[in-house]
């Protein structure tokens, strides 16, 4: 039982280039989420999914995009990377949207210079 | 929308001794309460959360919290630290938006 992995780990962009993170989840969890985290700034919500073909916005959306095809499956891009997104992106799973604890994978350290 | 206010961005506190990392957040009918821990380069673990009933909730490792409804604050307590506690801690709530609204955390590192 993995829980909640990310792939990449590490990853550095140049201004304009694109990339996709994957987030892959084995807890038949409903709900996934994409935070950014900043320092002094906490986690904030990119985007999240209510279940599979379901997207929706979160608090930071602008520059993102993300994909449920599949269950246990979210993929977020970044169609044209600017510096701003320099940042730590953790990806989460839950069963339930407000109760529930979520879980979280161990996040992906991006760069973009 | 929630917010949540951390007041302390860091917190140094000597092996052995308590301490109280605090958490307000905003006003909500319903509002549902959480602490997260991140220890150095990994993703968050749950410590602790308050749903409902008992005011007092406690973690497995010795922290423990208080939801104060009067006041709206949800600070952590513990009462003897180890080097291990040593990490990121962030509150976190959850109202009728029914999204997770994380504080800027707070930093405890515990000293020899």
């Known amino acids: 039982n993995a829980g909640v992995t990310q792939t990449p780990k590490f990853r550095v962009l140049k201004t304009g280039q694109s990339m996709t993170l994957l987030c892959a989840q084995d807890?038949?969890?409903?709900?996934m989420y994409w935070y950014r985290q900043d320092p002094g700034m906490g986690l904030r919500l990119i985007h999240y999914s209510v279940g599979e073909g379901t997207t929706a916005k979160g608090e930071v959306p602008d520059g993102y995009n993300v994909s449920r095809l599949k269950k246990q499956n979210f993929l977020l891009g970044l169609e044209s990377a600017a510096p701003s997104q320099t940042s730590v992106y953790f990806c989460a799973s839950s069963y339930v949207l407000s109760t529930d604890t979520q879980y979280f994978g161990p996040g992906t350290r991006l760069t973009v210079l | 929308a929630q917010s949540v206010t951390q007041l302390d961005s860091q917190v140094p506190v000597f092996e052995e001794a308590p301490v109280e990392l605090r958490c307000n957040y905003s006003s909500s009918v319903s509002v549902y309460l959480f602490w997260y821990v991140q220890y150095p380069n990994q993703g968050l673990q749950l410590l602790l959360k308050y749903l409902s009933g008992s005011t007092l909730v406690e973690s497995i490792n010795g922290f423990e919290a208080e939801f104060n409804k009067s006041q709206t604050s949800f600070h952590l307590r513990k009462p003897s630290v180890h080097i291990s506690d040593t990490a990121e801690y962030f509150c976190?709530?959850?109202?009728?938006?029914?999204?997770?609204?994380f504080g800027s955390g707070t930093q405890l590192t515990v000293l020899p």
């Open positions: 976190a709530a959850s109202g009728s938006a029914r999204q997770l609204t």
């Open positions: 807890m038949n969890h409903e709900y």
